[in-house]
C-alpha cells in the first residue's frame, strides 16, 4: 500500500506563485521518478515535470522556466515551485511517483488524488 498526500494548491492572480508537495509513504522500498501531471477541464491529462531518483529533470516546454521540480530522496517527497502562472495554468495537478516495494519487485505507478489550482487573470 503506497499513499501520496498532496498539498499547496489554490487559487492565485496571473503572474503570482504557488509550491505544490506530495509526500508519498506506506510500503515503499525505493521511489524511481516523481512527477507531477496536470489535466485541465476538456482536455488530456499532460506531464509537467518529472524528475529521476538522480536528480535529472524535464518539463513541458510551456512551462520551463517557470516552473521547478525537487525532490528529497530521505523524506521521499516531490515538489513544484510554480511561478509566473498564467491562466492557462489552471487545472487539477496530479502528483505521481514510481515504486517498488521489494528490491526485486517491478516499478509500480501510483497517483495522488489531485489538487486544484487555478490562476485567475
Known amino acids: 500500500q503506497v499513499q501520496l498526500v498532496e498539498s499547496g494548491g489554490g487559487l492565485v492572480q496571473a503572474g503570482g506563485s504557488l509550491r505544490l508537495s506530495c509526500a508519498a509513504s506506506?510500503?515503499?522500498?525505493?521511489?524511481?521518478?516523481m512527477g507531477w501531471y496536470r489535466q485541465a477541464p476538456g482536455k488530456q491529462r499532460e506531464l509537467v515535470a518529472v524528475i529521476s531518483s538522480g536528480g535529472s529533470t524535464n518539463y513541458l516546454d510551456s512551462v520551463k522556466g517557470r516552473f521547478t521540480i525537487s525532490r528529497d530522496n530521505a523524506k521521499n517527497t516531490v515538489s513544484l515551485q510554480m511561478n509566473s502562472l498564467q491562466p492557462e495554468d489552471t487545472a487539477v495537478y496530479y502528483c505521481y511517483v514510481e515504486y517498488r516495494i521489494r528490491s526485486w519487485s517491478t516499478w509500480g505507478d501510483y497517483w495522488g488524488q489531485g489538487t486544484q489550482v487555478t490562476v485567475s487573470s
Open positions: 506506506g510500503s515503499i522500498f525505493n521511489l524511481n521518478n
